[in-house]
């Protein structure tokens, strides 16, 4: 299939090129080279930004585990609100004691 393309694609540049004369067959032969190099860059290039972003399909994996740990976070804040509200609370009782006891 794919040969079939580039030979459909040789006969379109020869076509349009006028390669009639065989002194001007090695400059369409040279431009069909560049082509085929072309599109082998091109080729390469596109797989390596495909390479490249699906590194970055990666990272959002990474932020799950993080916002785990920022639930883990805000429960320990919580837990240490807590804390302080029952230490306060814990204190008033003894102040409160303490002055019912020296009436």
Same mark, same amino acid.
Request: hydrophobic share 40%; no cysteine.
């Given at each position: 299939m *794919?040969?079939?393309q580039m030979n459909? *694609?040789?006969? *379109?540049?020869?076509?349009?090129?006028?390669s009639a004369n065989s002194g $001007?067959?090695?400059p369409n032969k040279r431009?069909?080279?560049?082509? /085929? /190099? *072309?599109?082998?860059i091109l080729? /390469?290039?596109?797989?390596?930004?495909?390479?490249i972003l699906?590194?970055?399909k990666e990272k959002p994996k990474d932020e799950e585990t993080s916002s785990y740990k920022t639930l883990a976070d805000v429960k320990v804040?919580?837990?240490?609100e807590y804390d302080d509200v029952l230490e306060e609370r814990? $204190?008033?009782?003894?102040e409160t004691m303490a002055r019912n006891s020296e009436k």
């Open positions: *794919f040969k079939e459909k *694609f040789k006969s *379109f540049i020869e076509k349009n090129t006028g $001007e067959n090695k431009k069909i080279e560049n082509m /085929v /190099v *072309f599109l082998i080729i /390469v290039t596109l797989i390596t930004i495909n390479s699906s590194k970055d804040k919580n837990d240490e814990l $204190e008033n009782i003894l």
